[in-house]
């Protein structure tokens, strides 16, 4: 018994040092180098969310805050947001600008796409000058699309002026009919690459024994798209419409920056309303309210997704 309590410590000792070894084994170490991201997601991520959604349930102003107190307020926030005569304009605009950006962006992305996957001269070039465009942050681009739309000397006018299709030069960013426009035309261009990389991705893992048999068989270009191609690329097509769809319903920065919602309400959508609602008439309940309501499109929107995805995988 005395030569046991002799080699016990020794046992610990050794099972003291493969302790880390077992930990990096099997399952376990696929956990363990996850936890650094979880972690860092849950403090970045998480609770703000579950701070937005908490506070669109309470009563969160300048006057609460300086009292140090955040009272309850059931649905009273969502009932004078849906009371918001800015709200359904808000609304409208966010859907069309979203639908709008995302068809155009999408069918212009594959188009590019199709063209950039052929053999051609110079390809690589042609596909890096695309793609800059994306490195430039939104705010810049918004900028530079201020200035090219500019009523006085933007590029734009000039440019329509002459090759005759206007007379005079067009407020775009101040007549109510093409202020929306405008920023739709925008957003387009700034989402073409994002496209492009997805559908380029998807486009590239395609086998190229189908193409050379419809070839034989001798289906035309557009036989191969819609019989061979968009078939093959439906799981792509589709998470790029979702990403899209959730990448430009929360567009803010611009908007902001080329109208700043205007004028008169024109281009004023979700993201806009709620911080125009939490930093100018600092009423961050119904600023919060206004993101819970985004949060649900776009839930309705994953789930959407998934539905479909699931169904295609069974």
């Known amino acids: 018994m005395q ?19 077992r930990l ?63 709200f359904p304009i808000a609304l409208r605009n966010s859907l069309v600008f979203t639908v709008a950006s ?37 705010i810049v681009s918004g900028t530079i699309f201020l200035w090219l739309f500019n009523y006085d000397f933007g590029f734009i ?10 007379d005079e030069p067009v407020r775009w960013l101040l007549n109510q009919d093409y202020a929306l426009l405008t920023v739709i035309l925008t957003n387009i261009w700034l989402g073409i690459p994002f496209n492009v990389i997805l559908l380029a991705s998807g486009l590239t893992g395609l086998p190229e024994d189908i193409y050379e048999a419809a070839t034989v068989d001798g289906a035309n270009h557009w036989q191969k798209l819609t019989h061979l191609t968009l078939p093959l690329m439906k799981p792509t097509i589709l998470a790029t419409l979702m990403l899209g769809f959730i990448y ?21 959508v979700l993201p806009t309303l709620a911080y125009r609602e939490s930093f100018n008439r600092f009423n961050f309940g119904e600023g919060a309210a206004i993101s819970v309501i985004m949060l649900g499109i776009l839930f309705i929107v994953a789930l959407f997704y998934v539905r479909t995805t699931s169904e295609e995988n069974m």
Do not use: C
């Open 3 to 21: 030569q046991a309590e002799q080699l016990s410590p020794s046992r610990s000792r050794i099972a003291a040092s493969e302790l880390p070894r």
């Open 24 to 86: 990096f084994q099997g399952e376990r170490a696929g956990y363990l180098f996850l936890l650094p991201a979880a972690v860092f997601l849950l403090i970045t991520v998480g609770y703000p969310l579950f701070d937005t959604i908490r506070m669109a349930f309470q009563e969160v102003t300048l006057g609460t805050l300086s009292r140090g107190e955040r009272p309850f307020a059931g649905l009273t926030n969502f009932e004078n947001v849906l009371a918001d005569p800015a």
């Open 102 to 138: 995302v068809f155009f962006q999408f069918i212009i992305g594959l188009t590019l796409a199709i063209i950039l996957n052929e053999a051609f001269p110079l390809r690589h070039v042609f596909r890096g000058l695309l793609l800059s465009g994306w490195r430039i942050p939104p």
């Open 157 to 166: 006018n000039f440019f329509l002026e002459k090759i005759g299709l206007i």
């Open 248 to 268: 430009t319903l929360r567009v803010f920065d611009v908007i902001w920056v080329m109208t700043g919602g205007g004028p008169v309400n024109a281009t004023e």
